[in-house]
């Protein structure tokens, strides 16, 4: 099977043509438009001028792709929902068109779906092993997903008490237990199955997602737009300074509400920390503001990382994947794979390349075949 994949959601006009061989996913052929030039004046992405470049510059790249190669796929992928209306507006009326015209059939995808599945691109069947737990992480959403292939025994760890039972089992050992109970309600009500894989978002964001934190401290210490690799590359400068050390934000779990992250305290300790300094009258130095940028990223790995790692265990996942654009954050890859060396049981995946981890057609195209 062979798809054309389209992605507009946000400021990268993504267009690409992705295969399916034997559950082998490949990319034939993926190009895009970059808006960062049009928006960096601008500090941040402006949604009208988004939606305007796409506009402009998708008709360019399809016919980059050419009429031959549409003509030769299976079906079209879009990217109908979520994020900026405008934006996603031009990719879903340049589908319906290609759509009419070389009547194939046309597929609706979810974002962060995208995202999920970018794991797929450029690995074989066997690289993957269930359960998993998948961090989507980006600008704008902070999920963990328990994804399975098959009807498989969860196991849930309770507290600091190593229990490794099936769940079901030891439901029938805690009838009145409310924490089985409320988990059993959850998984039924946030499960959807996408192809021959059932998804369940099982933590999530109350506030700000990890990307827009790295985002708007960046903007605090004055970083260029795009924001998060910025702090990235001053980190790598930067030092361990007690003057600059950031609380971890470690929400408790819930019996209702189990898993909850909240990144809004993150960046606001950076502006109390911020305006303190001012009202001092203390100006920043370089080396400072890379210190600074160090001290945040490693409060900001920690936290994603350990619950990440806290939910392959609660789930009894045998792999643990990490996607979207926080993904590409290299601190946080050698993070994860210190602590995954400690439980061989474990592999840890994240896309085989960078551009798999930004918005792009191909993690569209992947859902849309699997769908």
């Known amino acids: 099977m062979k798809t054309l994949a389209i992605e507009t959601s946000c400021d990268d006009t993504s267009l690409g043509i992705i295969n399916d061989e034997n559950w082998v996913f490949s990319v034939e052929k993926l190009i895009a438009y970059s808006q960062i030039k049009e928006h960096n004046q601008f500090w941040g992405v402006l949604p009208e001028i988004a939606s305007r470049l796409h506009s402009e510059k998708i008709v360019k790249l399809i016919l980059e792709i050419g009429k031959k190669e549409i003509e030769k796929v299976d079906f079209i992928s879009v990217t109908t929902h979520p994020w900026l209306p405008g934006s996603l507006i031009v990719g ?202 160090f001290e945040f990223q490693e409060a900001m790995v920690e936290t994603l990382g350990k619950r990440l790692l806290k939910a392959a265990k609660m789930y009894g996942a045998t792999t643990i994947g990490m996607t979207g654009g926080v993904s590409a954050n290299q601190r946080l890859i050698d993070y994860l794979q210190t602590e995954i060396e400690k439980t061989p049981w474990i592999q840890f995946l994240y896309p085989k390349k960078k551009v798999y981890s930004t918005d792009n057609a191909a993690m569209i195209g992947v859902v849309g075949l699997l769908s």
């Not at 600091?160 to 409320?182: C, G, R």
């Not at 109350?206 to 985002?215: K, M, V, Y």
């Not at 408790?252 to 300094?277: T, Y």
């Open 92 to 293: 879903k009326a340049a589908a319906k068109l290609l759509q009419s015209y070389f009547n194939k059939p046309l597929k609706a995808i979810h974002h962060v779906h995208g995202h999920l599945f970018s794991l797929l691109l450029e690995r074989k069947k066997e690289d993957l092993t269930f359960p998993m737990v998948v961090l989507t992480a980006s600008w704008g959403h902070n999920d963990i997903y328990l994804v399975t292939n098959k009807i498989c025994p969860l196991f849930w760890k309770e507290g600091d008490q190593e229990v490794a039972e099936d769940l079901n089992t030891w439901s029938q050992k805690n009838p009145s237990s409310k924490t089985v109970s409320s988990l059993n309600s959850f998984m039924s009500e946030n499960t959807e199955q996408v192809g021959p894989f059932s998804i369940t978002k099982i933590w999530y964001t109350l506030d700000d997602a990890a990307g827009e934190a790295f985002d708007k401290v960046s903007k605090m210490l004055g970083g260029p737009y795009p924001w998060g690799p910025w702090i990235s590359e001053q980190a790598l400068k930067g030092k361990e300074n007690e003057a600059f050390h950031f609380k971890r934000i470690f929400l408790p779990l819930k019996d209702e509400q189990f898993f909850e992250f909240s990144f809004s305290g993150m960046k606001s300790q950076v502006s109390f920390l911020l305006d303190k300094l001012e009202k001092e009258g203390k100006n920043l130095t370089e080396q400072d503001i890379s210190d600074l940028a």
